[in-house]
Antibody
Framework: EVQLVQSGAEVKKPGESLKISCKASGYTFSTYWIGWVRQMPGKGLEWMGIIYPGDSDIRDNPSFRGQVTISADKSISTAYLQWSSLKASDTAIYYC??????????????WGQGTLVTVSS | DIQMTQSPSSVSASVGDRVTITCRASQDINAWLAWYQQRPGKAPKLLIYAASSLLSGVPSRFSGSGSGTDFSLTISSLQPEDFATYYCQQANSFPLTFGGGTKVEIK
């Protein structure tokens, strides 16, 4: 059974750094693209980007470029989303998700439970 | 970026009703479209991919159609568990973009 288990909720101050994680199990981690989706409070879904853990190839959304870093450690089947300097506007739920097939444009079939990130002074 | 526009933004319906949601892409995406359902407080759930392919385990009352720029999701007989927000997503080119969502509410 494919499972994606995300790290817990975080409360941070503006300017702080943060790295959230997504631990995958039930499949060969290095052979499927895995990505991140943002959902701001009361808003819709935003595709942030995906990474292929086999070679760390990334397809990102230019809207998020320079704001976050997507990475993965295939030795522990875990994907990450990282900020170096948080802003209040980063307050959102962040979902990790695995694609339906190994095609990089495949939709997301499996989802983590979401990580709520709250940035407030 | 390809813009995805859903309509309506919300719809009120009763159990047993037929509901259709539409999604329009700002350029031709062939049949590279997916539909998701999101219940309050839950992660999205993939329902349909490649415009009309029903994911295994999804009830057959859900169906998708369309190609090019115009797509639709139909729920043939609304059930209580179907009250949720539905999103389309284009899977044609990066960045993969979502529509703004359609909330299906109880009348």
């Amino acid at each position: 059974e494919v499972q994606l288990v995300q790290s817990g909720a975080e409360v941070k101050k503006p300017g702080e750094s943060l790295k959230i994680s997504c631990k995958a199990s039930g499949y060969t981690f290095s052979t499927y693209w895995i990505g991140w989706v943002r959902q701001m409070p009361g808003k819709g879904l935003e595709w942030m980007g995906i990474i292929y853990p086999g070679d760390s190839d990334i397809r990102d959304n230019p809207s998020f470029r320079g704001q976050v870093t997507i990475s993965a450690d295939k030795s522990i089947s875990t994907a990450y989303l990282q900020w170096s300097s948080l802003k209040a506007s980063d307050t959102a739920i962040y979902y990790c998700a695995r694609q339906l097939s190994s095609d990089q444009t495949s939709p997301f079939q499996y989802w983590g439970q979401g990580t709520l990130v709250t940035v407030s002074s | 970026d390809i813009q995805m526009t859903q309509s309506p933004s919300s719809v009120s319906a009763s159990v047993g009703d037929r509901v259709t949601i539409t999604c329009r892409a700002s350029q031709d995406i062939n049949a590279w479209l997916a539909w998701y359902q999101q219940r309050p407080g839950k992660a999205p759930k993939l329902l349909i991919y490649a415009a009309s392919s029903l994911l295994s385990g999804v009830p057959s009352r859900f169906s998708g159609s369309g190609s090019g720029t115009d797509f639709s999701l139909t729920i043939s007989s609304l059930q209580p568990e179907d009250f949720a927000t539905y999103y389309c997503q284009q899977a044609n080119s990066f960045p993969l973009t979502f529509g703004g969502g359609t909330k299906v509410e109880i009348k």
